[in-house]
């Protein structure tokens, strides 16, 4: 399976691709200094391979490139920053007492 993921940013949106087809997208809005997560969705098809976590762990290597925060309002997104510590440091330390996340290692 060939998985690609894509930052459209004219609609504000991380896609994720397998073998060429849409499979998935992470929504979200952009800002300054943070991008805000607000909506992930994998296509039914797709469903249970773990591609969510693929798309997601794409999307955050990108935003963290490009050095600039995130906060994971979308409870996927909420929920894989919380399971994978190392993208912790990507949630500014306000943020992460308001969603509830642990402080960064």
Do not use: N, W
């Not at 993921?5 to 991380?14: E, G, K, L, M, S």
């Amino acid at each position: 399976m060939d998985t690609r993921v894509v930052d459209d940013a004219a609609a504000h949106r991380f896609e994720l691709f397998v073998d060429g087809k849409p499979a998935g997208f992470a929504a979200y809005r952009p800002g300054d200094r943070a991008i805000v997560f607000t909506h992930t969705e994998i296509d039914s098809a797709y469903e249970g391979q773990g591609l969510g976590s693929v798309l997601i762990r794409s999307a955050l290597d990108e935003v963290r490139s490009r050095g600039l925060g995130v906060v994971p309002v979308c409870p996927f997104v909420h929920s894989f920053v919380e399971r994978h510590p190392d993208y912790l440091e990507l949630v500014p330390a306000a943020e992460r007492d308001r969603l509830g996340l642990p402080a960064a290692g």
